[in-house]
Every structure is written in structure tokens, then in C-alpha cells.
């Protein structure tokens, strides 16, 4: 008898260490999306809800942003470079956010562009003149639609002015500091892409489905000297503000978001 209760309670004991060994298993092999449920992330979008977002230097939702099929979408036509004319910026104005890691899922359509912004403050006559951008834009595609050559020659580049250069390109950080194209993995028109951004004052970072692309110190000498030489030179406060609202920018352009969720730092 005691021997049969002996190898009863031996295999219970093995049976529960298996179980507890799938579960350790299972947590490490689930998607880093699981840490919404212990609060380190919050979403800012979660599919369900624009509570907490409104245009920029307004007080409600500016025309074309709505919710479709889960996502947050703004739902208008494909315009050409020389008839853009904005203005309907998107922010999360429920909060402001110094350091950060913000994550989320956007895809467009051919020729499409739009960017991320952080930081932003209201007040300005655009979210650009005041906020660092995290580009989207479709790299393929976008200079065979949109003619660049006038405003890129308004920048100073002559050379190739018809091109979408690499500070204009998805996941640089505009006109400031070029993604490493060596490095970027960028899917399709039509397909989702996932995007990072992290915030901290010892380094910014920018990730593209999954890799790091883009690494840098912000308000250090290297970053005064490039804002000072070139499309912000002008732009008394861009960059300046350690905290502020997260911004999705209209460009004339269709553009989807999902799973936008942040983290503070």
C-alpha cells in the first residue's frame, strides 16, 4: 500500500512540475503585447475608442479621423504634393508625456505619407514648426506621384532634387537624422508595419518592425548643429520641449493605426 500511494504521489508531483513547465514555457513564448494586461502600457487606441484625441489647437475631431474596422483611420483621397494643405493633425490631448517608449501599427496606400510626432505643443500654426517627427512615408513609391523637385530645391538640394531623400525617408526622423537603410525592413504598400519610438534624454530611438533603425542624442552639440542648418533653422522652438502631446499627422493622404499603446520611461 505504501508503495502504491508512493508512486501516487509521485507522479502527481511530476504531472504538476510539467504543467508549471508549460506555463513558464507559454509566458516566454507569448508576444510582448501580454505586458498591456500588467500596466506598464497604456493605450492611447486600443480599436474601440477616440476618447482622449481631438485636432491639434482644436477642441474636437477634426473632419476625415474615424474609426473603421478597428482602426483609427483617416479616410480621405490621395493628394498631390502641390495641393497639400494639412491642417487636420491628429494629438492625444488627454496627456502629456516626457520619457517614453509608444508603439504602434500603421500601413498606407501607394504614394502615401504621414508621420508620428511627440512632444508637441499647441499654439503654433503647425505641429511641425514645434515637434520632432517620426516619418511614414511610402519610400517606393511616393517621388514617382509626387513631384519633390520644387520643394526639395527650396531645401538646398540640388542634386537629384526630384528624389525622396534619406531624411525624408520612412523612419527617419525628419529632416533630421536619416534611418540606417541598411537595416530597415519595410513592407509593402497595403501592409501593416509595426513602429517604436523611445524617448529618453540620454538617447531617441526609432524601430521598424522589430530592428532599430535610428539612434541618437538629442540636445546634445551635434543635434543644435543640425537643426540649426537646415528646414528647422528657422524654427525658433522646434525640438526645445522635454514634454508634451503625442501627434499623427495629415498629410493629404489615407492612412491607418492600430495598437497605439504607450509606456513611461
Same mark, same amino acid.
Given at each position: 500500500?505504501?508503495?502504491?500511494?508512493?508512486?501516487?504521489?509521485?507522479?502527481?508531483?511530476?504531472?504538476?512540475?510539467? =504543467?508549471?513547465?508549460?506555463?513558464?514555457?507559454?509566458?516566454?513564448?507569448?508576444?510582448?503585447?501580454?505586458?498591456?494586461?500588467?500596466?506598464?502600457?497604456?493605450?492611447?487606441?486600443?480599436?474601440?475608442?477616440?476618447?482622449?484625441?481631438?485636432?491639434?489647437?482644436?477642441?474636437?475631431?477634426?473632419?476625415?479621423? *474615424?474609426?473603421?474596422?478597428?482602426?483609427?483611420?483617416?479616410? *480621405?483621397?490621395?493628394?498631390?504634393?502641390?495641393?497639400?494643405?494639412?491642417?487636420?493633425?491628429?494629438?492625444?490631448?488627454?496627456?502629456?508625456?516626457?520619457?517614453?517608449?509608444?508603439?504602434?501599427?500603421?500601413?498606407?496606400?501607394?504614394?502615401?505619407?504621414?508621420?508620428?510626432?511627440?512632444?508637441?505643443?499647441?499654439?503654433?500654426?503647425?505641429?511641425?514648426?514645434?515637434?520632432?517627427?517620426?516619418?511614414?512615408?511610402?519610400?517606393?513609391?511616393?517621388?514617382?506621384?509626387?513631384?519633390?523637385?520644387?520643394?526639395?530645391? =527650396?531645401?538646398?538640394?540640388?542634386?537629384?532634387?526630384?528624389?525622396?531623400?534619406?531624411?525624408?525617408?520612412?523612419?527617419?526622423?525628419?529632416?533630421?537624422?536619416?534611418?540606417?537603410?541598411?537595416?530597415? *525592413?519595410?513592407?509593402?504598400?497595403?501592409?501593416?508595419?509595426? =513602429?517604436?519610438?523611445?524617448?529618453?534624454?540620454?538617447?531617441?530611438?526609432?524601430?521598424?518592425?522589430?530592428?532599430?533603425?535610428?539612434?541618437?542624442?538629442?540636445?546634445?552639440?551635434?543635434?543644435?548643429?543640425?537643426?540649426?542648418?537646415?528646414?528647422?533653422?528657422?524654427?525658433?522652438?522646434?525640438?526645445?520641449?522635454?514634454?508634451?502631446?503625442?501627434?499623427?499627422?495629415?498629410?493629404?493622404?489615407?492612412?491607418?493605426?492600430?495598437?497605439?499603446?504607450?509606456?513611461?520611461?
Amino acid at each position: 500500500m505504501k508503495r502504491i500511494m508512493f508512486f501516487v504521489l509521485a507522479g502527481a508531483l511530476l504531472a504538476s512540475c510539467k =504543467s508549471k513547465e508549460k506555463v513558464v514555457e507559454s509566458r516566454d513564448m507569448a508576444p510582448t503585447d501580454t505586458k498591456d494586461s500588467n500596466g506598464d502600457w497604456v493605450y492611447l487606441f486600443d480599436g474601440s475608442s477616440l476618447d482622449g484625441w481631438r485636432g491639434y489647437n482644436m477642441d474636437s475631431l477634426p473632419p476625415g479621423w *474615424t474609426i473603421k474596422d478597428s482602426t483609427l483611420t483617416f479616410d *480621405t483621397e490621395l493628394g498631390l504634393e502641390q495641393n497639400y494643405t494639412g491642417g487636420k493633425d491628429l494629438i492625444y490631448g488627454a496627456e502629456e508625456f516626457d520619457n517614453f517608449e509608444l508603439y504602434l501599427e500603421w500601413k498606407l496606400p501607394k504614394g502615401g505619407n504621414s508621420g508620428i510626432f511627440y512632444h508637441v505643443k499647441e499654439g503654433y500654426d503647425g505641429i511641425p514648426q514645434v515637434s520632432p517627427e517620426y516619418q511614414l512615408i511610402d519610400d517606393e513609391n511616393y517621388a514617382s506621384i509626387h513631384d519633390l523637385t520644387e520643394y526639395n530645391t =527650396s531645401l538646398g538640394y540640388t542634386e537629384h532634387p526630384e528624389e525622396l531623400k534619406p531624411l525624408q525617408q520612412t523612419a527617419s526622423d525628419y529632416a533630421m537624422h536619416p534611418a540606417d537603410a541598411s537595416k530597415k *525592413t519595410l513592407h509593402p504598400v497595403g501592409e501593416w508595419n509595426s =513602429s517604436k519610438i523611445v524617448f529618453t534624454p540620454e538617447k531617441v530611438e526609432h524601430w521598424l518592425n522589430g530592428k532599430k533603425v535610428l539612434s541618437f542624442v538629442p540636445w546634445d552639440d551635434a543635434w543644435y548643429e543640425k537643426k540649426n542648418s537646415d528646414k528647422w533653422k528657422n524654427s525658433a522652438d522646434y525640438g526645445k520641449f522635454k514634454t508634451g502631446y503625442i501627434g499623427l499627422q495629415d498629410h493629404s493622404s489615407p492612412i491607418w493605426f492600430k495598437n497605439i499603446k504607450i509606456k513611461k520611461l
